[in-house]
């Protein structure tokens, strides 16, 4: 049985929406890259600014003590940052434990 003009039109209708829920797809994934990316570059610049710059590293524990979720915190669990005042002296440590975030809230 031969293929009618209706039969051949839907079967390229289809086979177009494929792909262009492929590139709808591929475009997707590339976004959440880029997005990821960003997260990764920033997340480094400010662990770097906060090993030396005070007020950077007070604001990164605020940050990290303000995670909502509590396998996010544990991610920093054993992160110091390391502050470097003019003398050299000055120290940060990292996030609070669980009995000051209990105190806090």
């Known amino acids: ?3 009618t003009e209706l039969e051949r ?3 390229r209708y289809a086979q177009a929406k494929a792909r262009l829920q492929g ?3 591929r475009e997707a994934t590339r976004q959440r890259k880029m997005d990821t990316r960003r997260k990764v ?3 480094g610049a400010l662990l770097d600014l906060a090993e030396r710059d005070s007020g950077a590293a007070a604001m990164l524990e605020r940050l990290i003590r303000n995670l909502s979720r509590q396998q996010d915190r ?3 669990a054993d992160w110091e940052g390391q502050v470097s005042g003019d003398d050299g002296s000055e120290s940060v440590s ?3 434990s669980e ?3 209990q105190s806090d809230g």
């Open 23 to 25: 590139l709808k797809n």
């Open 1 to 3: 049985m031969a293929e």
């Open 99 to 101: 009995q000051e975030q």
């Open 94 to 96: 990292g996030p609070v």
């Open 74 to 76: 544990k991610a920093f």
């Open 41 to 43: 570059i920033l997340g």
């Open 9 to 11: 039109a839907e079967k």
